[in-house]
């Protein structure tokens, strides 16, 4: 992954642009606003059918303490990559219980946090 790394860490910020130039492109040949939304619609459909085919991640599960889940889905995805290793192999530690838990209500009561938040929430309200 030496030279991909930083494509693929990239890679989830492709996809605002890519929709966004689909969505042009939605409009460009459909010029009836009722077809560009079914259309959309549509794409998003599928976008939530696909969400049962994905596995959960392990880092998730990791932290669930739900370890024979995550250790099943390393497997899988190290057999994908050609390069098989059973569960049983799979050495994961289960995470501290002081940084599981925590709260919405917790940023809030930390009066520099509260400011971030509410900066970055009326950012995204005003754009």
């Not at 930083?6 to 130039?21: A, D, E, K, Q």
């Not at 959960?56 to 995550?70: G, K």
């Amino acid at each position: 992954a030496g030279k991909w790394k930083i494509y693929l860490g990239m890679s989830m910020n492709y996809s605002w642009p890519v929709c966004r130039l689909i969505i042009a492109g939605l409009a460009y040949g459909f010029r009836d606003w009722h077809w560009h939304l079914r259309c959309i619609s549509a794409l998003v459909a599928v976008g939530a059918v696909i969400l049962f085919w994905l596995p959960e991640s392990p880092r998730w599960l990791i932290a669930r303490s739900r370890m024979d889940e995550a250790k099943k889905i390393l497997s899988d995805a190290s057999k994908r990559n050609g390069k098989p290793v059973e569960p049983e192999q799979i050495v994961l530690t289960k995470p501290s219980a002081g940084g599981s838990k925590g709260s919405f209500l917790d940023i809030m009561r930390h009066p520099t946090l509260r400011l971030h938040v509410l900066i970055m929430y009326f950012n995204w309200f005003t754009t």
